[in-house]
């Protein structure tokens, strides 16, 4: 019985995350802070970048993995297949239907304008969710610079997000490392 | 049938080597129309804009609009979204088994020690075009105006006001900007 309402639960959550993201991957973020972290609190901010991180390389859309990785360990492999199953349900119903009757739906006008302003709305979200994660993920000087260097190296040089994990994963342990040895007396 | 077998093998083959989110599966598309010609170019233009334009992971839209087309049903879009999304729940089922195990030891949390802060940095990066393209005319080198106030005014209504002692949550911000998106005709 628990495990039925815990899937229930997973489900609905993930519906509601799947129809008010507009965008996918990160554009999720602030629906998974409110929903996942501060509601059902089935996973801390650092739990959540670690997902990310692990879905930055692995295949598929990284809002399906994200998923899959919170059903996972909340009620095994039957929740993750229950909590993808729920994000990707409003996309299976809202694009059939404009396949089949809106075709023309990206160029009406009322609907450019709504997007505009959903925009802006994301836009407002994203920057508020941004400055809990850089609270909650960054935590010394160190980390500020692995930040910036992540951010200029893929902003502006263009590197595949793939080898900038791989390379901060390492600068990690090389970093502890050298401080391991630095606190030994 | 066989239709139906070849779009599970792609789809499925997509889920499993487009690395790094929606927009990598645009080049899978841009291949299986040339290959199989279920979709013409532009059609996959049309699926972009629609998929970009409606709530849902990008990559997951997109698999329903061809799968839907492609065989002009209901079932064609759910067949090919579960193979789209099938090789990252087996594949995430596996890592986060793994994770789980060794989440505790020294070197995995000295990895993520790096990691955590270099995924704050994409996520600036990912959604960075987007607030380009909402806040500035780069064509003009300004900023637009009507955006930009709207973008300060709900910026505060959400993260200073509280109902009930509660944040307000991302929905009605959605909403609301919609709304204010066809009012102010943005």
């Known amino acids: 019985m628990n495990l039925v309402k815990k899937l229930v639960q997973l489900y609905a959550a993930w519906f509601k995350m799947g129809l008010f993201t507009f965008g996918g991957g990160y554009?999720?973020?602030?629906?998974?802070?409110?929903?996942?972290?501060?509601?059902?609190?089935?996973?801390?901010?650092?739990?959540?970048?670690?997902?990310?991180?692990?879905?930055?390389?692995?295949?598929?859309?990284?809002?399906?993995?994200?998923?899959?990785?919170?059903?996972?360990?909340?009620?095994?492999?039957?929740?993750?297949?229950?909590?993808?199953?729920?994000?990707?349900?409003?996309?299976?119903?809202?694009?059939?239907?404009?396949?089949?009757?809106?075709?023309?739906?990206?160029?009406?006008?009322?609907?450019?304008?709504?997007?505009?302003?959903?925009?802006?709305?994301?836009?407002?979200?994203?920057?508020?969710?941004?400055?809990?994660?850089?609270?909650?993920?960054?935590?010394?000087?160190?980390?500020?610079?692995i930040c910036l260097t992540a951010f200029v190296l893929a902003y502006f040089l263009k590197i595949s997000t793939v080898w900038l994990v791989i390379s901060a994963g390492v600068a990690g342990v090389v970093i502890q490392a050298f401080r391991a040895k630095g606190s030994v007396k | 049938m066989k239709l139906i077998l070849t779009m599970i093998y792609e789809f499925f083959k997509a889920g499993l080597f487009a690395v790094g989110g929606g927009?990598?599966?645009?080049?899978?598309?841009?291949?299986?129309?040339?290959?199989?010609?279920?979709?013409?170019?532009?059609?996959?233009?049309?699926?972009?804009?629609?998929?970009?334009?409606?709530?849902?992971?990008?990559?997951?839209?997109?698999?329903?609009?061809?799968?839907?087309?492609?065989?002009?049903?209901?079932?064609?879009?759910?067949?090919?979204?579960?193979?789209?999304?099938?090789?990252?729940?087996?594949?995430?089922?596996?890592?986060?088994?793994?994770?789980?195990?060794?989440?505790?030891?020294?070197?995995?949390?000295?990895v993520f020690y790096g990691l955590r802060p270099a995924v704050v940095g994409f996520v600036v990066v990912a959604c960075s075009g987007l607030f380009v393209s909402t806040l500035l005319d780069v064509p003009a080198k300004t900023i637009k105006v009507i955006p930009c106030v709207l973008y300060i005014v709900l910026y505060l209504v959400f993260t200073k006001v509280k109902i009930k002692e509660k944040k307000i949550s991302p929905i009605p911000v959605i909403i609301i900007s919609a709304i204010l998106g066809i009012l102010l005709k943005l």
């Not at chain 1, 998974?32 to 692995?58: L, P, S």
């Open chain 2, 23 to 110: 927009l990598a599966t645009i080049p899978f598309l841009k291949e299986m129309s040339d290959k199989y010609g279920w979709f013409t170019q532009e059609l996959l233009g049309t699926m972009i804009a629609v998929s970009e334009s409606t709530p849902g992971p990008m990559g997951v839209n997109m698999a329903t609009y061809v799968g839907y087309t492609t065989l002009h049903s209901y079932i064609g879009g759910i067949v090919t979204t579960l193979s789209l999304v099938a090789p990252s729940v087996i594949v995430i089922c596996i890592v986060a088994r793994m994770f789980e195990k060794f989440k505790q030891s020294k070197l995995v949390q000295n």
């Open chain 1, 27 to 145: 554009a999720m973020l602030p629906m998974i802070q409110n929903e996942v972290i501060e509601k059902h609190h089935w996973a801390t901010e650092e739990e959540v970048m670690d997902y990310y991180a692990i879905g930055q390389c692995t295949p598929g859309v990284i809002a399906v993995n994200t998923a899959t990785f919170i059903g996972y360990y909340q009620a095994g492999i039957i929740g993750a297949i229950v909590s993808t199953l729920g994000v990707i349900t409003p996309s299976l119903i809202i694009i059939s239907i404009i396949a089949s009757v809106l075709t023309n739906f990206a160029e009406i006008e009322i609907v450019q304008h709504a997007l505009k302003g959903i925009n802006v709305g994301v836009c407002v979200l994203m920057t508020a969710s941004i400055l809990k994660m850089a609270k909650s993920n960054i935590k010394d000087t160190i980390g500020m610079v």
